[in-house]
């Protein structure tokens, strides 16, 4: 069988960055992309530096996906933003650049991708949701608020590609520890962790678990699903 | 008017690529006066979807130009520009010349 191709979103670093070295490992034809440039290398990993919600950017590095590997099996949009503020201290520029990220990002993805997976009546994305959306945390009120959007669209998504044979669902992790979180005082993390099912950090391999379920072939009846780690 | 031979041949490229995953019994015909959509037309909604889609790919191959065949201009025209492959074509090349 030929190798799966992935494309993961937000791979300089975190979540991403272990996400494409799990999905190399195991065979998959690994195309990524972030801002910068990634700070380590992996063989079978294909790497574009641009803005998620740079529109022509995306498109471009779309057209040399179907170019040079004929389509696109698999959609993942880790590629996220947060900023923990109090609304009253939360400056319009920050809101722009959260929801440019999150939601306008995660929509040229999705759109871009599907074109490609529906010539091949196949598809999976992938969407990236978060426990602050359930949890309604204070001090994430745009971060929560984008990825609500994020699950919105995943969810509507699922109905209008399902002709086409692409399924969309979201993993919704707990914190994980990596940078988009470094910032946060220990006592409010603390605060959250009490407040799942189960109280631990999450872990990469958390997430991982969760795509896994979510490209595999047998899965597709599952669409429009949002999963939540640690009982949130 | 009459249409850029380089937009038909995308269009009718377009078609080849539907015809690829369409039953025999509803291969659509190269043809400008083919019908697409509304009365008639060959193609239900998710049908036209897929159609422009491969339009837009392959308007851009053949052109080395980009453009958004269905936005709120297209959908809000008194007579809708996916009726037929010519009225398609018509369209396309007037999103063209205005992007010369």
Known sequence: ?232 | MAADSRITNALFSAIDELNDIRPQDQQLEKSLDTVLFGQDGKLDSIGLVSFIVAAEQKIAQETGRSITLADERAMSQKNSPFRTVGTLADYCSILLAEGE
Request: aromatic share 8%; proline share 3%.
């Open chain 1, 1 to 232: 069988m030929d190798k799966k191709r992935i494309l993961i979103t937000g791979t300089r670093k975190g979540i991403g960055a272990f996400l494409a070295s799990y999905y190399a490992d195991r065979g998959f034809q690994v195309i990524g992309c972030s801002r910068g440039e990634p700070e380590w290398e992996v063989e079978g990993y294909r790497h574009f530096s641009l803005d998620v919600s740079d529109e022509r950017r995306v498109v471009e590095m779309f057209a040399v996906i179907r170019e040079e590997y004929g389509g696109l099996d698999i959609l993942v949009n880790n590629a996220g933003v947060a900023s923990m503020n109090h609304i009253l201290l939360t400056p319009c520029t920050t809101v722009r650049k959260i929801l440019d990220t999150n939601v306008t990002g995660t929509f040229l993805f999705c759109r871009e991708a599907a074109k490609l997976m529906q010539r091949g009546e196949f598809g999976r994305i992938v969407n990236f949701a978060t426990v602050a959306t359930p949890l309604k945390l204070e001090g994430e009120a745009i971060y929560a608020a984008s990825k609500a959007a994020v699950v919105s669209l995943t969810e509507v998504l699922a109905r209008e590609l399902a002709p086409f044979g692409i399924t969309v669902n979201a993993v919704g992790p707990t914190p994980v520890k990596t940078d988009l979180i470094r910032s946060v005082p220990k006592e409010k993390m603390d605060a959250l962790l009490e407040r799942q099912a189960i109280r631990r950090f999450g872990q990469m391999e958390d997430i991982s678990n969760v795509i896994d379920f979510f490209i595999k072939p047998e899965s597709n009846f599952i669409t429009g699903q949002v999963i939540y780690l640690g009982g949130v």
